[in-house]
Nanobody, 114 residues
C-alpha cells in the first residue's frame, strides 16, 4: 500500500507565493506518477501539474509560468512552488500517487485573498 500526505497550504495575498509539499510512502516501485490536483466547491478535481518517476514533468495551462514542481533524490516527494498566486487559485490541493492504482492524500487548503 501507498500513503500520501500533503502540507504547506495556507492563506496568502494575491501576488504572493506558497510551497506545497507531498510525501508518498509505502510500496513505491516501478513506474509511477505524482501529481497535484485542485478542487473548488461543486467541481471535480482538476490536474495542476505532475512528475513521473522518470522525472518527466507536465503543467496545465493554469500552472505554466507560475508553478514549478520538483522532487528529491528518493523521487517520493513532490513539491510545488506557486508564484504570483491569484484568487482563482483558491482551492483544496490534493496530491495523487498513481501506478496501477491511485492513492490520494487528504488535501491542503490554499486561500488567496486580500
Amino acid at each position: 500500500q501507498v500513503q500520501v500526505v500533503e502540507s504547506g497550504g495556507g492563506w496568502v495575498q494575491p501576488g504572493g507565493s506558497l510551497r506545497l509539499h507531498c510525501a508518498a510512502s509505502g510500496s513505491i516501485r516501478g513506474f509511477y506518477t505524482l501529481a497535484w490536483f485542485r478542487q473548488t466547491p461543486g467541481n471535480d478535481k482538476q490536474l495542476v501539474a505532475s512528475i513521473t518517476s522518470l522525472n518527466t514533468t507536465y503543467y496545465t495551462n493554469s500552472a505554466k509560468g507560475r508553478f514549478t514542481v520538483s522532487t528529491d533524490s528518493t523521487k517520493t516527494t513532490l513539491d510545488m512552488l506557486m508564484n504570483n498566486l491569484k484568487p482563482e487559485d483558491t482551492a483544496i490541493y490534493y496530491c495523487k500517487h498513481s501506478d496501477s492504482r491511485a492513492t490520494w492524500g487528504p488535501g491542503t487548503q490554499v486561500t488567496v485573498s486580500t
